[in-house]
């Protein structure tokens, strides 16, 4: 599937390849046909998905046709935040540079008057705030009865910042006849009924797995010889100087015990959150990733499920997980809110079969490099002299990672976390295989942990953070 396949002008065309993107992603491959037929439609996607491009893409073609009336904006769409505004805005310019088309930001924190003017002059397109869009409107500087197409986008997050009284007011102005297109990450039963009230007979999309499509999510596999490097390969991988926040997972809660220590004592600021910890503890171990008192939190797929931590730089899989779907739900932890992340997973042949099935869920082959190939790691490639899979000998701490004062401070909100049960134990990987990293001198052995202990399930854990959920 192309874009010209989607009915587009060339124009726009033009606009799009020169944006470097050569292939539609599946929100914009279903939804821009019937936007391009006028149909109202309910894109279930969220941010990363491309689903800005898939609206805006339509609206230029169809606003291309007709002429803008002073004070009368041919159409609208609201959003809830001032950034996402600018970002749909941005999103206007890029693609609509082969069209005339005029457009007005109506957002708070900029100077209404300047916002009055260009209302005043008459514009196809209409970028608003439900916030600042009512003050003006009860100013009687703006008529929507000529608004022909409305986008609600990110609604669901409008109904958390309160705003739906709004917008069901401002549909009540416009014309019954226009188009209407509602974007929302999920749909609670208020937006449901929102739905139901303002939009006729809509198209329903959804893009199905929003983590695994997210393209804000830069997915990497990362190939290492052997399980016994994969510390060394993942503390050249922290080292990395984009690495601000980040959450390891492991498949068992005796490897997150031991990898945190581990890292502890070669100078991360680590922590770690896994089934066999307090409720009391963890929430104690996320408070302090949230503060940035600790960048790296070492977890077990407890905690994958649920957890809305934002500004989460980078997530590891330091195993790959069993479960398929444990991966999507992983790299989820990253890539929110419209920030970008990376989630790179560290494969060993021993994997290939746990790769196949992950890469058949999310449907693409993620890209592979090598243990130095993604930074400038200090993994090196001689033999190691260590044979044993018991706790390994570590260096004392130097240092390596960006201290967690520096750290931006993540999440102002985790929201739930879903009791979910950790993959049970199998055996350990072989460990045969060759060339290997050297590890780092030897100067001092990691506490001792019970080797008997596998890990083998982290939960379910009885109340833990039931404070909401979050898909
Ligand atoms: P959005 O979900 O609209 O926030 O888009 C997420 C990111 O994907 C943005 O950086 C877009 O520029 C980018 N993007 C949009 N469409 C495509 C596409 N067809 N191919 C690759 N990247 C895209």
């Known amino acids: 599937m192309t874009f010209a396949d989607l009915g587009l002008s060339d124009e726009l065309l033009r606009a799009v390849e020169e944006s470097g993107y050569t292939e539609p992603t599946p929100i914009q491959a279903q939804a821009i046909p019937p936007i391009l037929m006028m149909r109202d439609l309910i894109g279930i996607a969220q941010t990363g998905t491309g689903k800005t491009a898939s609206f805006v893409l339509p609206m230029i073609d169809i606003m291309s046709q007709g002429r803008a009336r002073a004070r009368m904006p041919r159409s609208l769409i609201l959003e809830p935040t001032r950034e996402l505004a600018a970002q749909v805005a941005e999103n206007f310019e890029k693609y609509g540079k082969y069209h005339k088309l005029s457009m007005a930001l109506l957002i708070g924190g900029v100077n209404m008057g300047e916002q009055i003017a260009a209302l005043e002059k008459g514009v196809d397109v209409l970028i608003a705030t439900p916030g600042r869009l009512m003050d003006l ?38 014309p019954a006849t226009r188009q209407t297109l509602l974007f929302s990450a999920t749909m609670p039963a208020p937006i449901k009924k929102l739905a139901d009230k303002f939009l006729s007979n809509p198209k329903q999309i959804q893009v199905a797995r929003p983590a695994s499509s997210n393209l804000l999510i830069e997915q990497k596999l990362v190939e290492v010889p052997t399980a016994r490097q994969k510390r060394d390969v993942l503390r050249g991988l922290l080292r990395n100087d984009e690495v601000t926040t980040a ?145 390994k000998r570590e260096r004392r701490p130097r240092g390596g990672a960006k201290p967690a004062a520096e750290a931006a401070p993540v999440a102002d909100e985790i929201v739930a976390a879903t009791p979910v049960r950790d993959a049970p134990a199998r055996p350990a990987p072989d460990q045969r295989s060759s060339p290997a990293p050297r590890p780092e001198p030897v100067v001092a052995r990691a506490k001792s942990v019970d080797p008997e202990d596998d890990g083998g ?5 009885p109340g833990f953070l039931s404070v909401g959920f979050d898909l």
């Open 137 to 174: 409107f009860q100013r009687g500087k703006i008529l929507l009865s000529g608004c022909a197409m409305l986008v609600i986008d990110e609604a669901d997050r409008m109904l958390d910042m309160g705003f739906i009284p709004d917008i069901e007011e401002i549909c009540t102005k416009l």
């Open 247 to 391: 959450i390891i997972f492991s498949n068992r809660k005796t490897t997150v015990r031991e990898l945190t220590s581990s890292l502890q004592q070669n100078g991360f600021k680590a922590s770690q959150i896994h089934g066999d910890m307090e409720q009391s503890e963890r929430l104690k171990e996320l408070d302090r990733f949230k503060s940035g008192e600790i960048n790296i939190l070492v977890a077990s797929d407890v905690a994958a499920r649920g957890l809305d931590i934002k500004g989460v730089t980078h997530v590891f899989n330091f195993d790959v997980p069993w479960h398929p779907d444990d991966y999507v739900h992983r790299i989820g932890r990253t890539g929110r809110a419209g920030a970008k992340g990376a989630a790179f997973t560290l494969v060993t042949p021993e994997d290939a079969e746990a790769v196949d099935a992950i890469e058949k869920l999310t449907g693409g082959k993620i890209p592979r490099v090598g243990p130095s190939g993604l930074v400038a790691t200090e993994t090196r490639t001689e033999e190691p002299r260590e044979t044993s899979e018991r706790p």
């Open 457 to 461: 399930w982290n939960g379910p854990v």
